[in-house]
């Protein structure tokens, strides 16, 4: 055996270009893979299929016949006479979803960049405390927070009682805010923590810095601190709005079955109405948003030149 | 992490970043925001009144009936299992993807990454009644097998963020002195790689599992009625009345997810 007398560079011993941690030989993905394109892209690929087939005369699947009513019936209405209209109920409900995404994730985000940097600046020991106790709903059942939640906001919970002191009444539950004090409740923590992390790298002596030489609070949060938490900024709209798009119990809860968001509409469909090829065709909508969401995040991180990894 | 205290500037004063207008009372009434649900759960499971909403009397009663429910031992026995396998498999197959991962040409990887990432993206529901549509084409009965399988499935996401974050920040040199001293792969794997991967390991499982015991919409469509987890039992529970069962289980729940944070925190923490 010889021995190398200059110091090879990482990865290229004598043993050649092995010396990585991973060592391992990539086949080791393999099964991980395969079994992950069984029980994830084959679920993907059967609602795209289903989307294109009949729905059975009676019961429940799909019938294997090719067609694209399914999608016709996202926006047209076949009306009893025969004649076609725009049916804009599938729209509404798309716009709904939308918009209370849309405010769900403004909400978080203005109420979150407050509490990142306040936490950021506490002394070390009360910012583990902090960034436990911001943590630990992450660990929560989605369930039982929204569960919670509509105690609070129920008709006779403490918001009523309260308010019932002043004869003022009370009645938010069942309503779209309240679906959306839910969506705003339940995604608080996956806005706060991308921005804290970002907001805990940031050296704050250049905010010192930047008031030292004249510039005034708000011009050192817009021009100094902005910037530096932008990418926790951009990694919390992400994480808030992708799942608030295709939330569920939200608005199965809170919103009492008046206000459907799209992931809704699409379990009634695979549940008591029973068309799951037109189930099938608002998913693959709803995928195709999502996708869409995705792209523009990632334009947007890649342009200003942030590394926002979603995945 | 630097929060210089005492410098004094030409200002007079420091900006005082800690005091800045505005935010202390936001993060209070997002603190608080975030925990009067919680607490009201916590309260109400000691009250004894069968109406959710009116203050009766201490009592635990509801404690009592939570664990004399039959239904609800089954869903828990049901909930765990499930949990604890998914949580086995899908960190096991993590840690194979992660490694796997790193020597992989870039096509194969970015396949691989968009498989792995999908949970993350893709709406639960669109999953959910894919797995279903899935379990019926193949003949695979709904039931415990399908909910660990697909459970398996949206965990190993979760169960990888900790792993790759932990192999990207690791240093080269115990590898290349192993390799050097003629160590072979499998034994670099198992005395070099896995020691210094098992606190990521350990926080990908955990995290894993409180992915699979929260689940509740694939459950939801992929148990069928023999196979309800604790989740799709309290949906039931919620939905058709308002039972102050519920808030004992809760607090239940809560204790338990407190317990796995402060433990997963202490055994980092120890580990590092």
Known sequence: MTVTTSTPKSGSTQRGNRARPGQSSPKLAYLPIIFLAFAIGIPLLIIVVYSFLEKPSQGTGVKWVFTTENYKALFIQQKLDGTTALDTRYLKVLWTSFTYSLITTTVTLILSVPVAMWIATRDARRRTLLVALVTLPFWISILIRTYGMRQIIADEGPIGKFLGLFNIDWSILYSPPATILGLIYVFLPFMILPIYASAERFDFRLAEAAYDLGAKKLTVVRKIILPAIRPGIISGIALVFIPALGSFLQSDMLGGGKTNMVANVIANNFGQARNWPFGSALAVLLIVLTLLFVLIIQGISQRRGDKVELV | ?272
């Open chain 2, 1 to 272: 992490m630097t929060i210089t205290k005492t410098p004094t500037t030409k200002r007079g004063k420091l900006v005082n970043l800690r005091n800045f207008p505005g935010f202390n009372p936001t993060a209070w009434f997002v603190l608080f925001f975030l925990y009067s649900p919680l607490i009201y759960v916590v309260i109400y499971s000691f009250n004894s009144s069968r109406i959710g909403a009116v203050w009766e009397s201490f009592s635990v009663k509801w404690y009592g009936r939570v664990f004399e429910n039959n239904d609800i031992q089954r869903a828990l026995k049901n909930s765990l299992q499930v949990g604890l396998v998914a949580t086995v498999l899908s960190t096991i197959l993590a840690v194979m993807a992660a490694l796997g991962l790193l020597r992989m040409k870039r096509a194969g990887k970015a396949v691989a990454i968009a498989l792995i990432g999908a949970p993350l993206i893709i709406a639960e529901i669109v999953l959910a009644v894919g797995t279903l549509g899935l379990f019926i084409a193949v003949g695979v009965p709904l039931g415990k097998i399908g909910l660990m399988v697909a459970h398996t499935a949206f965990c190993i996401p979760f169960a990888l963020l900790p792993i790759r974050a932990r192999l990207s920040q690791l240093d080269m040199a115990p590898f290349e002195a192993a390799s050097d001293l003629g160590a072979n792969e499998s034994q670099i794997l198992r005395r070099i790689t896995l020691p210094l991967l098992a606190p990521a390991i350990v926080a990908g499982a955990l995290l894993a599992f409180a992915i699979s015991i929260d689940d509740f919409i694939t459950s939801f469509f992929v148990a069928g009625p023999g196979a309800t987890t604790l989740p799709v039992y309290i949906f039931g529970m919620i939905r058709s009345t308002v039972t102050p069962e519920v808030n004992a289980i809760s607090t239940l729940l809560l204790l338990f997810s407190g317990t796995v944070l402060i433990g997963s925190y202490l055994i980092q923490r120890k580990r590092r």
